[in-house]
């Protein structure tokens, strides 16, 4: 006989209804304001909380996601379909573009979605995941076409960084967007092989940071398959472009990256 939970009368399955009642028994506090969060939806976050947070505007570059205002017109626009392919300046200066970068909303030095990622990644507050997940599927719907055939894969982390923080943050978030949407998870595809010291300097210093950094484990896995790749903040984009080249080399087809936050740099178009 199958006793698993599915089988089990509503009363007993409390692991699928906790989220909710529990939020009204005892209400979440958010780890942003300190505040009690009355939502269900995005709790631990609160209301507040949520809608402070900056969503990426629509037009943005095509290669790494830099929000384009309407009139500035700078490197090619051609037509992709009905969505029209925009060059930052810097990307239309690239000899070639390894990969497609979008992000759901903006890293904010003292903003709230800074202290949210920060709660998840180094306060190791795991409840985060679903409201920064609902954040990422929203935004993903709203701002790119959805290819049912794609594979996500998250961002790995060396073994020795795993160890140490007890989850992978790319992981978890990916993990829950495949369930959230259509779309299949690959997570043992790419690697990292080797440790790199935390992102810091211009773009050349981080490229050369992550040089040679990632491997494709098992190659079939990802040949011919076009790849989400997904991660939690994106600076400079040197390790999703380092992540694309090797997963291009290694015979996937076309890579794209989705990030929750997106760092912009200071006096952009000022
Ligand atoms: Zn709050
Ligand atoms: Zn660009």
């Not at 629509?58 to 029209?84: E, F, K, M, N, V």
């Not at 979008?102 to 990622?117: C, F, I, K, P, V």
């Not at 079939?220 to 040197?238: F, H, Q, Y």
Request: glycine share 4%; hydrophobic share 40%.
């Amino acid at each position: 006989m199958n006793y698993s939970q599915r089988r089990l009368p509503l009363m007993f399955r409390w692991p699928r209804i906790d989220q909710h009642i529990l939020n009204l028994i005892y209400p979440a506090v958010c780890p942003v304001c300190q505040q009690l969060s009355s939502s269900w939806k995005y709790s631990p976050l609160c209301q507040d909380c949520w809608k402070d947070i900056t969503r990426m505007p629509t037009r943005c570059c095509s290669a790494c996601g830099l929000p384009i205002p309407a009139y500035y017109h700078q490197g090619d626009t051609t037509a992709d379909g009905d969505r029209d392919t925009i060059l930052c300046y810097d990307c239309s200066q690239l000899e070639k573009i390894y990969i497609s970068i979008r992000s759901a909303a903006l890293y904010q030095h003292e903003g709230t979605l800074r202290a949210a990622l920060l709660a998840f990644k180094h306060g190791r507050n795991l409840s985060l995941v679903k409201p920064l997940t609902l954040l990422l599927s929203e935004q993903f719907r709203e701002t790119m076409a959805l290819r049912a055939d794609e594979l996500v894969v998250p961002v790995p982390l060396h073994w020795s960084r795993f160890l140490y923080r007890g989850f992978n943050q790319s992981y978890l978030l990916a993990k829950a967007l495949t369930k959230m949407l259509p779309l299949r998870l690959v997570n043992d595809a790419l690697i990292r092989i080797r440790r790199t010291p935390p992102q810091a300097g211009n773009v050349k210093q981080r490229r050369k940071n992550v040089a040679n950094a990632f491997k494709v484990k098992i190659k079939k896995r990802i040949k011919a398959k076009n790849i989400l790749l997904i991660d939690d903040v994106m600076t400079t984009g040197a390790t999703l472009t380092e992540c694309a080249k090797v997963l291009k080399a290694a015979g996937s087809a076309e890579v794209r990256a989705f990030t929750i936050a997106r760092v912009i740099p200071s006096g952009l178009y000022e």
